[in-house]
């Protein structure tokens, strides 16, 4: 008893235990002043923007200098380390795909980097190695960043990321010999890979900008054709150019039969006009399908000239509707599957369509034919997310995923003829979903709106108030959060961690009522569903604001940036990821002027200025408070959101917190987005931030550990 006693008070003492004041590297302030509508707006950190200076590059060394020595000190980092890489290290397979006359997979045999593309000519044949990214580059930056086949799959077209850049070049091999068979495309960005039939493929890009590629702003897309055998100089432009209405993003589809070219243009993130050409007489013109931005569409499926697409114009939950190649304007759609009070995402494979319908974040699953006559109900393994059952007409089989926040991912195989499943591929993982439960529960924000939230922790949990938790949360862009097993969240879970998320407005989680709900001047709503959810678990007693770190990224790393610096009494540990964190010039950069649907920029009006500057977290931080230890990550090639967000917001919590709660700013070298990080950098930076946020709860030896010992 004495010796319990005894170790009770040492993590006591610890807990309590003032640690030494952090020195922070000098960061100069050279103020900047902006005027917007006669209200000046001093920037002392403009300087912080220019990433290809010695200053910036002296002050990122620095930064990681003092980051990297602070988290040398956490004494179970390397054990966090160590777990990760014992349950990382299991073999992964994606469910298979036929091109040609090769089935392909992927496959990564645990802790390799990237992906490995295998294929196959027939069942008995052993796989071999068609393309590996881990050859790409000696230290496994370099990834693949898509692959797209010809009609006939003798040819290959695939993207590469070089660094985690946004920024691709494109490679065409011959599948056969698996020789590369002309000279790499090059500056090519935000693009997909479209071919037309075996004699070439669609692409889209920008102007390379002068001065820095990962911060100039690029905001006039362009469609081009190129042809097989002929230098990219020489490629078509379809649609963009100078005297093109700009758009920021436009993209292509091909009809299988290679009959018609479907073109979108889009100003923003959300809504898109629609045109279509047909492809078979060079002098067609091109028509509108959708000529407004207020909607989304696009291609799902044809058959011969009967078009089918997924629109949500005239439905916010989206619709699944049919029209004529010859007549394809918008009011000539008609309805395949009906717009209803579910939000809808279609698939389609084997001469099927695949309904998806999300209710309260979790699937169902109902199939139709290509009439829209309903086939019924697909019997799914549980509660949770399915991705799939896609595949070409004439598929006998498809394959599907289900997972959730407890369940790793397994592959089912799918006879649509039948209605059948079979289970396919379980994944030899050293993780028991068993001895963990999700439970979804809602509660209520500010203005009173019902918000839905699923918690996940070991079965037998203590609800005492002192269990460390993750609330994570996104919120905006349309974008849906729903159930997946994470390996990085399991060993947070296998501490006896708490895992949260929140389901906030923004989100595509109700259809596209729910996401206005999140944007422009009501952007708030998302800050005060996060805010409500935080209050929820410490009134539930699951955790206390000592025990509690909230986490996000890019838009959901604004999210954190908002709530920390508006209740920096609710949380212990803040975690922005990658985080757009200047809200009056996001849209300076790169491609932020596409996000202006979600935010609303500071030039759009006075009352947006001031809307925007009222919770920008780089403007919003003050004197004289304690700020919840920090730990902001970001990387060097981040040319999505720029780096010099966080750098910003890291000068100004640096320069102004009150206390002895640490800021840091981890600066990932030779990474970007987060899209192709290899998974050494992955477990690393997992590693450092869930060692940081237990650490500054209070922790000296991992939680798990620490009850063994008292129970002891």
């Not at 809504?271 to 989304?296: I, V």
């Not at 078009?307 to 005239?314: A, D, K, P, S, W």
């Not at 879970?493 to 407005?505: D, F």
Request: proline share 4%; aromatic share 12%; hydrophobic share 35%.
């Amino acid at each position: 008893m004495k010796k319990v006693l005894a170790l009770i008070c040492l993590i006591l003492l610890w807990s309590c235990q003032e640690e030494a004041s952090i020195t922070y590297p000098e960061t100069k302030q050279q103020a900047v002043v902006d005027t917007y509508f006669d209200t000046e707006v001093v920037d002392n950190y403009r300087w912080l923007e220019d990433d290809l200076s010695e200053e910036t590059a002296d002050w990122v060394q620095n930064q990681n200098d003092l980051t990297f020595d602070q988290l040398d000190k956490i004494p179970f980092r390397k054990e966090l380390k160590g777990r990760l890489e014992a349950l990382w290290n299991y073999e992964k397979i994606s469910a298979p795909f036929q091109e040609g006359e090769f089935t392909y997979f992927y496959k990564n045999e645990g802790l390799q980097n990237q992906y490995v593309l295998y294929r196959y000519r027939d069942n008995k044949e052993e796989a071999s190695v068609f393309l590996d990214p881990n050859t790409f580059a000696e230290d496994g930056t370099t990834s693949l960043a898509g692959i797209q086949f010809s009609k006939d799959g003798s040819k290959a077209a695939y993207a590469i990321s070089e660094g985690g850049s946004d920024w691709r070049k494109i490679i065409v091999i011959d599948t056969e010999t698996k020789e590369v068979v002309e000279d790499t495309l090059k500056n090519i960005k935000f693009s997909g890979i479209n071919w037309l039939k075996n004699d070439g493929f669609f692409y889209s890009s920008y102007d390379k900008p002068e001065g820095s590629e990962l911060s100039q702003k690029t905001d006039q897309h362009k469609l081009y054709f190129h042809r097989l055998g002929t230098p990219q100089a020489e490629d078509e432009l379809i649609y963009g150019g100078k005297d093109a209405e700009k758009n920021r993003y436009v993209g292509a589809q091909v009809t299988d039969n290679g009959h018609y070219l479907l073109i979108s243009a889009s100003v923003s993130t959300s809504g898109n006009k629609l045109f279509l050409k047909d492809l078979r007489n060079k002098e067609a013109p091109l028509r509108t399908m959708a000529g407004s931005y207020d909607s989304d569409h696009y291609l799902l499926e044809n058959k011969g000239d009967l078009l089918y697409l997924v629109t949500n114009h005239e439905a916010p939950n989206q619709r699944l509707v049919k029209v004529n190649a010859q007549a394809p304007a918008i009011e000539n759609w008609t309805d395949v599957i009906p717009h209803n009070e579910h939000v809808l995402s279609v698939t389609s494979g084997g001469g099927f369509f695949f309904a998806e319908y999300m209710i309260d974040a979790l699937s169902k699953v109902y199939q139709y034919d290509f009439d829209g006559k309903t086939l019924g109900e697909i019997d799914l393994p549980g509660i949770g997310t399915v991705r799939g059952f896609s595949g070409k007409k004439e598929d006998d089989v498809l394959y599907y995923r289900f997972t959730n926040y407890a369940n790793p991912s397994v592959v089912y195989q799918y006879l649509p003829k039948d209605k059948k499943s079979a289970l396919y591929w379980t994944p030899p993982i050293d993780f028991s979903p068993e001895a963990y439960v999700s439970s979804q529960v809602f509660y209520t924000s500010k203005d009173g709106t019902k918000i839905p939230m699923i918690i996940t922790h070991k079965k037998g949990l203590e609800r005492n108030g002192k269990n460390p938790t993750i609330l994570y949360g996104y919120g905006g862009f349309n974008i849906s959060l729903t159930p997946s097993f994470s390996i990085l969240n399991a060993v947070w879970m296998e501490q006896g961690g708490i895992y949260a998320v929140p389901n906030l407005r923004g989100g595509g989680e109700y259809g596209k009522a729910w996401h206005k709900a999140g944007t422009k001047q009501q952007k708030q709503n998302v800050f005060d569903d996060f805010i409500a959810a935080a209050e929820f678990l410490i009134k539930e007693e699951y955790t206390s604001p000592e025990f509690l770190a909230i986490r996000g990224g890019s838009n959901g790393g604004l999210l954190v940036g908002a709530t920390m610096t508006q209740r920096p009494d609710l949380m212990k540990v803040a975690l922005p990821a990658v985080g757009v964190l200047d809200m009056l010039r996001y849209h300076t950069f790169t491609a932020g002027a596409g996000w202006a649907y979600d935010y609303g920029t500071a030039e759009d009006s006075k009352e947006m200025f001031e809307y925007l500057k009222g919770y920008s977290p780089v403007h919003n931080v003050k004197e004289g408070i304690n700020y919840p230890a920090t730990l902001i990550t970001t990387s060097d090639h981040d040319d999505r959101v720029v780096p010099a967000h966080s750098f910003k917001f890291a000068a100004e919590l640096q320069a102004k917190q009150q206390g002895e709660n640490p800021v840091l700013i981890r600066i990932e070298t030779k990474a970007g987005h987060g899209a192709g990080t290899p998974v050494s950098k992955r477990i690393e930076q997992a590693a450092d931030i869930f060692g940081f946020t237990l650490y500054n709860m209070g922790y000296r030896v991992l939680p798990e550990k620490t009850k063994q010992k008292i129970k002891g």
